[in-house]
């Protein structure tokens, strides 16, 4: 029998996920005074807390999309920085809750008529302690104070902002897991509650329903294993890799990374930056 595939039309997830970063010599030194790129102050890829974190403002989109610009960024921004600091040997980027000021991963979803139904279902997955496989979560939360649970931001006129997760940038498929829990809430939400309640199987069910043949292969193993730590109280990476952001790119359907790889280069253009990818 052929599956139902649940649709919502004109739905999409937002992000703006930060990452910190530090520059290493071939000696092994860490570079203090380098050469920053000059992102526009709003744009795409930007700085945020004087310069000592990245921040990614990909537009909202469906979310492989949405991870494919954000890993577009990420290529970006450590090619960048080497081409205008040539010394450079190993550009390395943290995410989690490392750091000061110790870095968000806050997704965005539209408002609509069961915002706070989807705010309620979100606490729920969150009281399931996906959350506590965040490299980094007790620093961000006791020594930073910052993504605390249940932290929500209505300041937008359009969309909603979930401040609670740290940044989950260190793996693209964690990232594409994170923007597909948020986007299929949407579909359905109160199957997703229901789903929630009853049990893991039925949860990953829901989920698969609202996903393309192809989308569902991309999330299932990483969510799993994601589940896998969670039960077994383990912390996911915290170093983002770019092999692995690279990898991911080259196995998404051609029109998300045409059309991610269009608004990034715009981008970089307006910046005056020319980057080869």
């Given at each position: 029998?052929?599956?139902?595939i649940?649709?919502?039309?004109?739905?999409f997830?937002?992000?703006d996920?930060?990452?910190?970063?530090?520059?290493?010599?071939?000696?092994?030194?860490k570079?203090?005074?380098?050469?920053?790129?000059?992102?526009?102050?709003?744009?795409i890829?930007?700085?945020?807390h004087c310069q000592?974190v990245i921040?990614?403002?990909?537009?909202?989109?469906?979310?492989?999309?949405?991870t494919?610009?954000i890993?577009?960024s990420?290529?970006?921004t450590?090619k960048?920085?080497?081409?205008?600091n040539?010394?450079i040997?190993?550009f390395?980027?943290?995410?989690?809750?490392?750091?000061?000021?110790?870095t968000?991963?806050?997704?965005h979803f539209?408002?609509?008529?069961d915002?706070?139904k989807?705010?309620?279902?979100?606490?729920?997955?969150?009281?399931m302690?996906?959350?506590?496989?965040?490299?980094g979560?007790?620093q961000?939360?006791?020594?930073?104070g910052?993504?605390?649970?249940?932290q929500y931001r209505?300041?937008?006129?359009k969309s909603?902002?979930?401040?609670?997760p740290?940044s989950?940038?260190?793996?693209?498929r964690?990232?594409?897991c994170?923007?597909t829990?948020?986007?299929?809430?949407?579909?359905?939400?109160?199957k997703?509650?229901e789903?929630l309640?009853?049990?893991?199987k039925?949860?990953?069910?829901?989920?698969?329903?609202?996903?393309?043949?192809r989308?569902w292969?991309?999330?299932f193993?990483y969510y799993?294993?994601w589940?896998?730590?969670?039960?077994k109280?383990l912390?996911?990476?915290?170093?983002?890799?770019?092999?692995k952001w690279?990898?991911f790119?080259?196995?998404i359907p051609k029109?998300y990374?045409s059309k991610a790889?269009?608004?990034?280069?715009?981008y970089?253009?307006?910046?005056?930056?020319?980057i080869?990818?």
């Open positions: 029998m052929k599956r139902e649940i649709k919502a039309k004109g739905k997830v937002g992000c996920p930060e990452f910190g970063y530090e520059a290493i010599f071939k000696n092994g030194k570079v203090e005074s380098f050469e920053y790129p000059k992102f526009q102050g709003s744009g890829i930007g700085y945020d000592r921040e990614l403002r990909p537009k909202p989109g469906k979310p492989l999309l949405v494919a610009e890993g577009l990420i290529i970006a450590e960048l920085f080497k081409k205008l040539p010394k040997h190993k390395v980027m943290i995410s989690g809750g490392f750091g000061s000021p110790s968000g991963g806050h997704v539209d408002k609509c008529d915002r706070q989807i705010i309620n279902v979100l606490n729920k997955w969150e009281d302690k996906y959350l506590e496989c965040e490299p979560r007790k961000r939360v006791e020594v930073a910052y993504g605390r649970s249940r209505d300041d937008h006129p909603i902002e979930w401040r609670t740290s989950w940038l260190s793996d693209p964690w990232a594409y994170m923007l829990l948020v986007y299929s809430t949407y579909f359905n939400v109160d997703f509650d789903a309640d009853k049990s893991y039925a949860h990953l069910k829901y989920i698969k329903s609202v996903l393309s043949p989308e292969r991309l999330f193993p799993n294993m589940n896998g730590y969670r039960l109280g912390k996911l990476p915290k170093e983002v890799s770019t092999e690279i990898e790119l080259k196995k029109g990374y790889r269009i608004i990034i280069e715009k970089l253009k307006d910046c005056e930056y020319d080869e990818f």
